[in-house]
């Protein structure tokens, strides 16, 4: 561990919903009508190993405890897929894709796209961070000079997705597609059929749910600029070694590739996972960070000691366990994926607590990464918990922002890296100012973003 200088840093409390009994809060998330389920968690749900998410017609049970979560998620015996109502949802936007496919079809597509993730190895990938970053500051030194604002969300949206594109695509996002599609992303989110709270309560196990039209037109823009990018790899004498060319040219056991529209599913899922959850991340990292210079002042000398003057390079982001810890502690109370629903699809019974068939199991990454039994004061962001010194602070299994089991995060290195990177490079050159910092909620629909876009400016850094 660095002897860095200590500037004094409290620990504090982050914006997060207020806790309230299970009906309140079933009443609060329906007054509210902004599809946010953290409106729907009652208090109970804080302190409770596993057992029922509030009231629902198909039966909504959350799980908590370590052990159960990882059986539900690993699944050994095929009980507990992707819920439908997430396979459904994302159907217009993924297809059938490796993120929600299941069974064999998820055994033959993840063979077959193993080759091109390899492709995603942190020291192949940093080239591609490094650009992004410097164009990034490129972007702020701008604003900086012209005292502009931003949305903070926005900026950390285009940021990903130039990072994303260049890794799978050998290309940079042009500014006009990353708007259209972080706008797209943002209206689907909204509005996807998933996040009606009065279906997800009142309807029947497998109800099919039709899409709002806007909600379909925001899909098909996303998949029409990711199959102009996938066009550039098709075409007569194209010549990349990307992940693109890579998954265009896996093969199953019998011979079979990808279709076209096979393959827009499987890059959007690489594309929008490795831009869209970096980017929720990122976001509150950077909000966070905003609202706390003891914080910055404390990153920053660990950034001139490690990294002097110079770059900063792929060994250096191994040696910045300050700013690590800080990603991590962003990561356990702001996971970008807050639920991973699955449905059983059989009757059954997790350590004698019966489930029937049809319900929604939920595990909540949000929830447990705040539970009262795994973490102390667990809704304070405190990224010094992670030194290694307090290891036993952490329960095992109780901190999940990757997922766990077969389907774990491929991108988890990467996003760790790319996540240091742009916090040593940023706030090294920048002091990022925030709006009506107070007035910052989270929302979870798809992924955890504030419930309104946070707007901020930047000032050369002090």
């Not at 909504?60 to 819920?83: A, C, M, Q, W, Y």
């Amino acid at each position: 561990m660095l002897d860095l200088p200590m500037t004094p840093f409290r620990p504090f409390e982050p914006p997060h919903p207020r806790s309230l009994p299970a009906v309140v809060a079933l009443v609060r998330a329906m007054l509210e009508g902004e599809g946010n389920l953290l409106g729907l968690l009652p208090a109970e749900a804080y302190r409770m190993p596993i057992g029922p998410l509030g009231w629902s017609r198909r039966s909504t049970i959350i799980v908590n405890r370590p052990d159960l979560v990882r059986h539900v998620l690993t699944d050994p015996e095929g009980i507990f897929p992707k819920s439908d109502l997430m396979v459904e949802a994302l159907d217009p936007l993924i297809g059938d894709s490796i993120f929600v496919s299941s069974g064999a079809t998820w055994r033959r597509q993840r063979a077959m796209i193993d080759p091109a993730l390899s492709m995603m190895r942190v020291n192949r990938a940093f080239p591609a961070m490094e650009a992004g970053a410097a164009a990034a500051e490129e972007t702020l030194a701008r604003a900086a000079r012209e005292g502009t604002a931003f949305s903070l969300d926005l900026a950390m949206s285009h940021l990903t997705a130039d990072i994303i594109c260049r890794t799978v695509f050998s290309t940079s996002l042009k500014s006009q597609v990353a708007h259209e599609v972080f706008d797209a992303f943002t209206d689907f989110e909204r509005s996807v059929a998933q996040v009606e709270i009065r279906r997800l309560i009142l309807d029947r196990a497998w109800t099919r749910i039709p899409q709002k039209r806007h909600v379909l037109d925001a899909c098909a823009l996303i998949r029409r600029h990711l199959g102009a990018l996938l066009d550039t790899h098709l075409a007569a004498g194209a010549d990349f070694d990307d992940i693109c060319r890579a998954v265009t040219e896996a093969r199953d056991a019998e011979g079979r590739g990808f279709t076209r529209d096979e393959l827009i599913d499987q890059l959007g899922v690489l594309f929008l996972a490795g831009h869209e959850t970096s980017a929720s991340a990122l976001t509150w990292v950077f909000f966070l960070l905003a609202t706390q210079p003891a914080l910055v002042a404390r990153l920053r000398a660990e950034v001139a000691e490690v990294c002097g003057d110079g770059p900063v390079t792929f060994e250096h982001t191994k040696r910045l366990p300050f700013i690590r810890n800080v990603f991590r502690e962003t990561l356990r109370l702001y996971p970008p994926i807050t639920f991973l629903p699955r449905v059983a699809n059989e009757a059954t019974a997790l350590d004698g607590y019966r489930i029937r068939r049809g319900a929604l199991v939920m595990v909540a990454p949000w929830v447990l990464h705040r539970h009262q039994a795994y973490w102390k004061r667990p809704h304070v962001f405190d990224p010094d918990r992670f030194d290694a010194g307090r290891e036993g602070e952490v329960t095992a299994g109780a901190y999940i922002p990757f997922g766990i089991g077969p389907r774990v995060c491929a991108g988890a290195a990467f996003a760790q890296v790319e996540a240091v990177l742009l916090v040593a490079r940023l706030f090294r050159r920048f002091d990022f100012h925030v709006a009506a910092s107070e007035k910052v909620r989270p929302a979870a629909r798809l992924t955890t973003r504030p419930v309104e876009q946070i707007m901020a400016r930047v000032t050369p850094a002090a």
